[in-house]
């Protein structure tokens, strides 16, 4: 149980262009979604929190306006890259906790963007 | 701010020998704590995870951890590792102020020689 897709699993897109990524929790409901992004050979840094119906949550120094995140239904958040540059390019990492309160968080396999 | 640290970058060790991964943090409210693991190639998994109890916790594939409050520490442990357990490993905290997010240690790449 707790699975969680991302799609695509790698993107490659031209300078100026924006990609969208899905994120999508298969068997569970999930009140609140994270994305983070990961550096090669870095960790994780989380970029915003989401919940159903509502705006995201930035970390700070994060561009909301550039990095738009949707969450439309208790199953599906969405991160749009727009106007990607090659700086960009990454490893893009969701997951999602389910509603019994644990913080236990379920990831994503993630979506290796790559901006030429 | 929350802070997570991990003491090694990147650890080398031969097949059957021991184990001992540190991670420390920064925080001195009620805290979660969890490590995860990604293999080369893979999705964060989750080891083991710490909310309550016996500070001691045991996890997948022969993993296990302690809690130490008073040292602010949450070290993972295997007494025998395997070439299969080369990876990278994540210790990650969630704070009780700070809602659901997870703040994550660097990490440290573990290295098992055949």
């Known amino acids: 149980g707790a699975v969680v897709s991302q799609h695509p699993s790698w993107v490659i897109c ?26 090669p050979k870095q960790s994780l840094m989380l970029m915003a929190t989401s919940n159903e119906g509502s705006k995201a949550t930035y970390e700070q120094g994060v561009e909301k306006d550039k990095f738009l995140i949707n969450h439309a239904s208790l199953t599906l958040s969405t991160l749009t890259v727009t106007s990607a540059h090659p700086e960009d390019s990454s490893f893009y990492i ?21 901006v030429t | 701010a929350q802070s ?14 021991s184990l001992e991964l540190g991670c420390n943090y920064s925080y001195g409210g009620t805290v979660n704590l969890f490590w995860y693991v990604q293999y080369p190639g893979q999705h964060l998994q989750l080891l083991l995870k710490y909310f ?3 500070p001691l916790v045991k996890g997948i594939k022969g993993f296990e951890a302690e809690f130490i409050k008073s040292k602010f520490s ?6 025998s590792v395997q070439w299969s357990d080369t990876a990278e490993y994540f210790c990650a905290v969630n704070a009780d ?5 997870f703040v994550f240690g660097p990490g ?7």
């Open chain 1, 14 to 39: 031209k300078s100026g262009t924006s990609v969208k990524i899905e994120c999508r929790s298969l068997d569970f409901q999930a009140t609140t979604m994270f994305w983070y992004r990961q550096f």
């Open chain 1, 94 to 114: 969701c997951s999602a906790t389910t509603p019994t309160g644990t913080y236990e968080q379920y990831f994503g396999p993630g979506t290796r963007l790559t």
């Open chain 2, 4 to 17: 997570v640290s991990q003491h090694n970058h990147h650890v080398i060790l031969s097949e059957a020998a």
């Open chain 2, 52 to 54: 309550s109890g016996d």
């Open chain 2, 74 to 79: 949450f070290n993972l442990r295997k007494p």
């Open chain 2, 97 to 101: 102020n700070y809602g659901q997010n």
């Open chain 2, 108 to 114: 440290t790449r573990l290295s098992v020689l055949p």
